[in-house]
């Protein structure tokens, strides 16, 4: 997979991430100084939202975020100076746990690595049993995320029921 960015094009880290296979567990430093082990299986249902550019994190995406927080873990990684998170943090009351700029382990174990100083813009929504259910890595930096679609995935997610054997399923009847 590659990607656009001021008409120049990248190619995108080796790993390519599958809906329906497992997400990389990865250890990360956040802006607070607090060390998480990201990915894998969680008590709650993940979203990874990696950003070239911290100022694509959008109010419409906070809104998404801050509707499910108790249900979601959603992570901000992206490649943003300092002085620029804290802009989105103070903008959107983002919580520094939630945010890391040291994001080149993460964008190789994701595949949205373009280079050691850019990532490509992306959402991946991990469930409970760390599988991927949706990933979304825009053909372009430039180009924004399809809410909608996101949005919709997340809620799809966070509401899915896992159906167990009833009695007459078990016993063949």
Known sequence: M???YKNNTY??????RFIESEAPAIRMNMINNETKVIGLM???VQVMISLNDISKYSSKIDKIIN???RKVYAY???????EQ????VEKFAID???ISNEFKDFSLKFGVNIDDTMIANSIFIIDKEGLIKYKEIPSDLDDDFNIEQFDLSLNEVLNFKAKGHSHENWMGV
């Open 11 to 16: 190619p995108l880290g080796k790993k390519d």
């Open 85 to 88: 998170i804290e802009d989105a």
């Open 76 to 82: 901000i990684v992206t490649c943003s100076q300092m």
């Open 42 to 44: 969680a008590p709650a």
């Open 2 to 4: 590659q990607v656009t």
């Open 67 to 69: 509707s499910t927080k």
């Open 96 to 98: 520094k746990s939630f």
